[in-house]
């Protein structure tokens, strides 16, 4: 099987900063650094390749803070295994994202 | 509970960009910015950070949604677009050379034929004559009733029109000339037109230097002038400013230069190089000598039709008019009026039609492949399409997927094609008879360009939607169904159509192939014509003795008989002789007079085509004298005055009895009697394909004893022992060593010459001839795919009933017989078309009837043999099917 995505420096920090619990597109963004004009475009590519999946925030939550749901992403199977490539071409990243050497 | 507050700085910006974003995910997309922003903004609230920097901060990131607006839109396209469709079609094309190989060269053959021929079509038949306004033009030439020969007009007849034709604003005559170029510059036979003075100014064409004609420039006595070519000025005068003023010889003559004509005007001869004043003396104008043509332009508001009523008019006037012109009247001689274009055009329109049907059929043969080849396409990827349907695809996105491809493939043929007409239009421009006009300024151009294109785009629309058609959502439950399964033959219909279409390839074919086959056996019918010469190992030269040089017409003979004999000397040569024209040629036709047979003013004139020969051109060029004897060397010195008649003429005026001793005369010039001395085999002068024409032949000094006339242009020719070209070297050294400024042109064997009277036929047949061969191989391909597919679709019955104990024999039948019934369809279908279109064919066609039954039953013997080989290739492998390997196949 070839690659899901290109092993792009801004496609590892956004699926480590997922990995991490950055489920959010401006949490992402603000966790990377990587400007929205990157980040969404980001997303949407990795959710259509099926490394990502996204789901709706729970209405509730959302209705309780009088505020619209927000949309979440998280990895997929394929995006967990994707992350040991991640982990083996940009090692730094993984030790700045994952510092308490939370092996992907 | 309230609902949620959506306000947040940036988010009116999010729902401005969200129209970017394609409708089935806007809604998801706007929420999502709406979320993110109202969720940072409440956060910003909460710790009362909402400075207008954080509004201002917000805002910025909103702004940074326009990069994922337009990301969703490019992707929308390039998921749904025809970009993205492009992109795949090329793909599956790659993925498939085989397929995409056959259907592109089938494609290329197809358009680039078409290319080529519109090329050709286009610049002789559809472009315009290169003249202003050249739909006021106008050829005037003359019909004798009874001969029914076609005649330009005469001087006298000419000044007729001149002076009273109210329909005509301006009319000239031209003749084609050839003049010995000489002077500072390497001597060089030229050909070129004398024209009266107006012809420049009924064309309108004005000179590029200097001036056209005036009317002294066509007065006798004035000084000679001459006007240059562009391709003469450039080639001899370095393209000279200024030439204007300077003078050059020509056949001994010097020539003030007046004017260069732009390169465009090349006319009337096809190598029209210079133009000459023709000279008219008013009061003694001959008005029988119909060689030169005239041209004229119509005046504002005047028909073709009321040209032609007004020359008639004149016509029936002319004794009238202009004194000495009776005879003409009397001899029913009548006006032909037609456009110029039609003069130009005329002859080979019916050949270049021919050519368009042809390549019209090829290219529907090609288009049926290429529909079959898509087809069985189709249905392989059935599948694949039927998940895109499930998928939402609409009817008209898998169609224009399956177009896609169509598409491309025909851009693809049309783009090579081009390259592939290039080549072709090159080469018929090369091998084009000489007769086709206008054939040397043909190219492959913009509009051709544009044609290609069309076609293409016609082609990928033919072929293209029967796919599409067939595969419409309708059929998406059917396809899920059946595309599993490899049992069937893929439908019913959808082989029926495939069927169809090789029915219609087969009958095309047929058509095509009875077409080269009935041109064929033209070519043949003409071979066998006895042209009533033997011109083997015979070689002519033409070569010129100007009166500027020697003027004296007996001086002239004189030299031209020793060249003649010296040449019979040099080793390798049998004999030589000399004539004005070479048979299968043009030359002149004119009255003459019988001593027995005398006609009245009131009576029709004697026509007769008239040669001038010396001694020993009858016995070079293998005419047999079936009574009297040939010219001899001395019979002027001998005060002879003997002519020789052509068997035809002898039989017309003299059937009872013999001709030799009966006196003729030419009808001017004051001429004197000449007796016949021999009576020649009949020779075809003009064509092979008309009867073989009544003729005359003085000697080479003919006209009064007292005033004789010389022919200066003749055709030398030469029987050789050996090669007949590799003598030519000598007869150039034997020439310069008599006269060193006689130059020689237009060296061929005489087998060149018979093969250039049969160039228009032969240019045809090879055309229909290849058109043919690309049709029967395509045929072949279109049985064979079918078959074949057939087979492959059909290998688990096969198999199955090998199992159950058929014959290898019967299986191979089986599907032979399937494959020749679909192409007797066709063959019956393409014998009705080829029997109502051969009558299309008709005037090209000569010694067999459009609806040869001998024809017809070869061609379509040879299709049944194609078309049994193209099913036999299968039906073998059918044979040899394993009925164990077939049902595990499954």
């Not at chain 2, 050996?722 to 007869?731: A, E, K, N, Q």
Request: glycine letters at 10%; one cysteine or more.
């Amino acid at each position: 099987m070839g690659h899901l995505f290109s092993f792009t420096y801004p496609t590892a920090a956004v699926l480590l900063a997922i990995r991490q619990g950055h489920r959010y597109g401006f949490d992402i963004m603000d966790s990377t650094g990587l400007p929205d004009g990157t980040v969404y475009p980001l997303l949407r590519r990795l959710e259509r390749r099926g490394v990502l999946t996204a789901a709706w925030e729970d209405e509730d939550t959302a209705r309780a803070e009088q505020r619209p749901p927000r949309r979440y992403y998280r990895l997929t199977a394929a995006g967990e295994s994707s992350l040991s490539e991640v982990a083996e071409r940009f090692p730094v990243l993984v030790r700045l994202f994952l510092p308490e050497g939370g092996t992907p | 509970m309230r609902p949620p507050d959506r306000n947040a700085p940036g988010v009116p910006w999010i729902k401005w960009m969200s129209r970017l974003v394609p409708l089935s995910r806007r809604d998801r997309w706007r929420k999502e910015w709406e979320a993110e922003l109202v969720f940072a903004w409440r956060l910003m609230e909460d710790d009362r950070r909402s400075s207008s920097m954080a509004r201002m901060g917000l805002r910025w990131r909103a702004l940074g949604s326009t990069i994922d607006a337009l990301e969703e839109r490019r992707q929308a396209m390039t998921v749904n677009g025809w970009w993205s469709d492009g992109r795949f079609a090329v793909r599956s094309l790659r993925r498939t050379p085989g397929f995409t190989t056959v259907a592109l060269v089938t494609l290329v053959l197809g358009i680039g034929a078409d290319t080529a021929v519109f090329s050709l079509v286009d610049g002789v038949l559809l472009r315009p004559l290169p003249f202003e306004d050249p739909d006021g033009l106008l050829q005037i030439g003359h019909v004798v009733a009874e001969e029914g020969d076609r005649l330009g007009t005469s001087q006298g007849v000419y000044l007729v029109y001149a002076a009273h034709a109210r329909t005509l604003d301006g009319i000239a005559l031209h003749r084609g000339v050839a003049a010995n170029l000489m002077g500072d510059i390497e001597p060089q036979r030229v050909t070129g037109a004398a024209v009266t003075p107006g012809f420049f100014e009924v064309l309108r064409a004005p000179p590029t230097l200097g001036r056209t004609f005036s009317e002294e420039d066509g007065r006798s006595g004035g000084e000679p002038v001459v006007i240059l070519g562009d391709a003469l000025w450039r080639s001899s005068f370095g393209a000279d400013p200024q030439i204007v003023g300077t003078t050059i010889h020509m056949d001994g003559v010097s020539r003030r230069v007046v004017g260069v004509m732009p390169a465009r005007f090349v006319w009337p001869v096809r190598d029209s190089r210079f133009w000459v004043p023709m000279i008219i003396d008013a009061a003694r104008a001959p008005v029988g000598d119909f060689s030169p043509s005239a041209v004229a332009r119509l005046t504002q508001g005047s028909s073709l039709e009321d040209a032609r009523t007004e020359a008639a008019t004149l016509l029936s006037r002319l004794p009238d008019l202009r004194e000495g012109t009776e005879f003409l009247r009397d001899a029913g001689l009548a006006a032909r009026v037609i456009t110029l274009k039609e003069s130009v055009v005329g002859e080979v329109r019916t050949t270049l039609w021919i050519m368009v049907g042809t390549v019209a059929f090829v290219l529907l043969i090609a288009c049926a492949n290429v529909a079959n080849l898509l087809l069985v396409r189709t249905q392989e990827r059935s599948r694949e399409l039927a998940v895109r349907v499930a998928l939402g695809a609409s009817r008209f996105q898998v169609g224009r997927a399956l177009f896609m491809e169509s598409f491309l493939l025909s851009m693809g043929g049309a783009g090579l094609g081009l390259v592939v007409a290039r080549t072709a239009v090159a080469w018929s421009v090369r091998m084009a008879p000489t007769s086709l006009p206008r054939v040397s300024g043909v190219g492959v151009d913009e509009r051709a360009v544009v044609v290609a294109v069309l076609l293409a785009g016609v082609v990928a629309l033919l072929f293209g939607l029967f796919p599409v058609l067939r595969f419409g959502s309708s059929r998406i439950a059917e396809m899920l169904r059946a595309g599993g399964t490899r049992g069937g033959t893929g439908g019913r219909d959808r082989h029926r159509l495939r069927s169809a279409l090789v029915v219609a390839q087969v009958s095309l074919a047929l058509v095509l192939l009875v077409g080269a086959g009935l041109m064929i056996r033209s070519v043949l019918a003409l071979r066998e014509v006895d042209a009533g010469f033997n011109g083997n190992g015979v070689v002519a030269v033409r070569l010129t003795i100007p009166a500027g040089e020697i003027p004296d017409a007996r001086v002239t003979a004189e030299l031209q008989s020793q060249l003649v004999d010296q040449i019979s000397e040099l080793p390798g040569v049998e004999t030589s002789g000399l004539v004005s024209h070479l048979p299968l040629g043009d030359g002149p036709f004119f009255n003459v007079e019988l001593e027995d047979h005398p006609r009245g003013p009131e009576e029709l004139p004697i026509m007769s085509h008239v040669r001038w020969a010396s001694a020993g051109y009858f016995e070079t060029v293998g005419i047999p004298i079936v009574e009297g004897r040939s010219f001899r060397a001395g019979d002027d010195a001998l005060g002879l005055r003997g002519v020789v008649v052509s068997r035809a003429f002898a039989d017309r005026w003299w059937p009872q009895g013999s001709a030799i001793g009966r006196r003729i005369r030419t009808g001017f010039d004051r001429d004197e009697w000449w007796q016949v001395i021999g009576v020649t085999e009949n020779v075809h002068l003009q064509r092979l394909d008309v009867p073989a024409e009544k003729a005359i032949y003085f000697p080479t000094l003919s006209g009064p004893s007292e005033d004789p006339r010389a022919t200066r242009s003749v055709d030398l020719v030469v029987r050789a022992t050996g090669d007949p070209l590799s003598i030519i070297p000598l007869i150039r050294q034997e020439t310069q060593a008599i006269h060193a400024r006689i130059p020689l042109a237009n060296a061929r064997t005489m087998a060149q010459v018979l093969d250039d009277s049969t160039a228009r036929t032969s240019f045809t047949t090879s055309i229909l001839a290849v058109a043919a061969s690309v049709a029967l191989l395509l045929g072949m391909v279109g049985i064979y795919g079918v078959v074949s597919y057939v087979v492959s679709r059909r290998t688990r019955e096969i198999g199955v009933r090998m199992a159950l104990g058929a014959q290898a024999g019967t299986v191979r039948r089986m599907v032979v017989r399937q494959g020749l019934a679909l192409a007797a369809i066709g063959m019956v279908i393409g014998l009705a078309g080829a029997f109502l279109l051969s009558s299309f064919l008709a005037s090209l066609l000569f010694g067999v009837a459009p609806t040869d039954p001998t024809t017809y039953s070869v061609v379509t013997g040879a299709l049944v043999g194609v078309a049994w080989l193209a099913c036999w290739v299968p039906a073998a492998r059918a044979a040899r099917i394993q009925p164990s390997r077939a049902l595990e196949a499954e």
